[in-house]
């Protein structure tokens, strides 16, 4: 059970990983075929060239957005453990009884 559960970790990572550079690739190769291409003889309203053009800006627009959502979510889980963690180390430790103080009469 143990050697599986590595696999599978071992698998996710993976994974993940190449779902990073896929996102990496398209942003980087699609800005470099916006610049390229921005400065091209257009041929009117059905013009292929501005379409692509278009659908780059869309989809980077889109990996942008779903970016900074998921940068905002890690943001905030490490601020709510940094606190629980406080709490637990002041709230806690404040008492008598966690310190193990011990009460003379």
């Not at 292929?48 to 905002?72: D, K, M």
């Amino acid at each position: 059970m143990q050697i599986r559960i590595r696999l599978d970790n071992k698998k996710n990572r993976i994974v993940t990983f190449l779902v990073c550079i896929c996102f990496f690739t398209i942003l980087i190769l699609g800005t470099i075929y916006e610049a390229k291409e921005s400065d091209h003889s257009c041929s009117g309203d059905n013009c292929p060239i501005c379409a692509h053009i278009q659908q780059i800006e869309n989809t980077i627009r889109q990996l942008s957005t779903a970016i900074n959502a998921v940068g905002s979510f890690v943001a905030f889980f490490i601020i709510f453990v940094e606190m629980l963690l406080l709490y637990n180390k002041v709230i806690k430790v404040l008492s008598p009884v966690e310190l193990q103080v011990r009460m003379n009469n």
